[in-house]
């Protein structure tokens, strides 16, 4: 069946670090992917998303881009900052699912001033 | 302002003793959800209803029941908690069209069973 693989945390940096998490799928037929960030204490929040091959999500100086040809979707920003200190899910759509979300672990970040 | 809003926020409760966790949307969603987090586990779901009067199991059912008689409300139903559904536990919604919808989460509801 569909499956998400994150890179395992803690990952820990400091302000104004590049920041990289690691995402990779299998799937069936033309998912979508997307990120997830669970801010502390809060509840999960749509980050960006790619509904097919090529396409590159960004919001707030985050961007991944959709990669069918090695199945991944890593999650990027140039510069981090103490404020982006959150969880990070990685997950997977697919119609075939009964439109059941596949997750990742998730991959906590702190970045320290 | 479009939002899940669940009920209560944190919880502790005896072995036994029925309780309702409330999840409501305003957002005409079709698609709704309920999961639970614990460390290491990630986010797994224990069920998930279509459309009003259609629910059906997760990855996680036992120990747990859900209902859908309107739209806007899913409520999970512990009959009788036990200390290993002590956990965080989400709502979630989003449209019905396809795959590339976002999902809309509650705030969160932490339980604890004694």
């Known amino acids: 069946g569909d499956s998400v693989t994150q890179m395992e945390g803690p990952v820990t940096l400091s302000e104004e670090a590049f920041l990289t998490i690691n995402c990779t799928y299998t799937?069936?037929?033309?998912?979508?992917l997307f990120w997830y960030v669970q801010y502390p204490g809060e509840g999960l929040q749509l980050l960006l998303k790619a509904t097919k091959a090529d396409d590159k999500g960004s919001n707030k100086g985050f961007e991944a881009t959709y990669r069918k040809e090695t199945t991944s979707f890593h999650l990027e920003k140039g510069s981090v900052q103490v404020s982006d200190s959150a969880v990070y899910f990685c997950?997977?759509?697919?119609?075939?699912?009964?439109?059941?979300?596949?997750w990742g672990l998730g991959t906590s970040l702190a970045v320290n001033p | 302002e479009a939002q899940v809003t669940q009920n209560p926020r944190y919880l502790i409760t005896v072995t036994g003793k029925k309780l309702t966790v409330t999840c409501s949307q305003n957002m005409n969603h079709e698609y709704m959800s309920w999961y639970r987090q614990d460390p290491g586990l990630g986010l797994r779901q224990i069920y998930y209803?279509?459309?009003?009067?259609?629910?059906d199991k997760g990855d996680v059912p036992e120990g747990y029941k859900v209902s859908r008689k309107e739209k806007r409300n899913f409520p999970l139903i512990l009959e009788s908690p036990s200390p290993n559904q002590t956990s965080l536990y989400f709502c979630a919604s989003s449209l019905f069209e396809g795959s590339g919808t976002e999902a809309f989460f509650g705030q969160g509801t932490r339980l604890t069973v004694v």
């Open positions: 997950a997977l759509g697919n119609a075939g699912n009964n439109r059941k979300l596949i």
């Open positions: 209803s279509m459309n009003v009067e259609v629910t």
């Open positions: 799937a069936t037929g033309y998912p979508s």
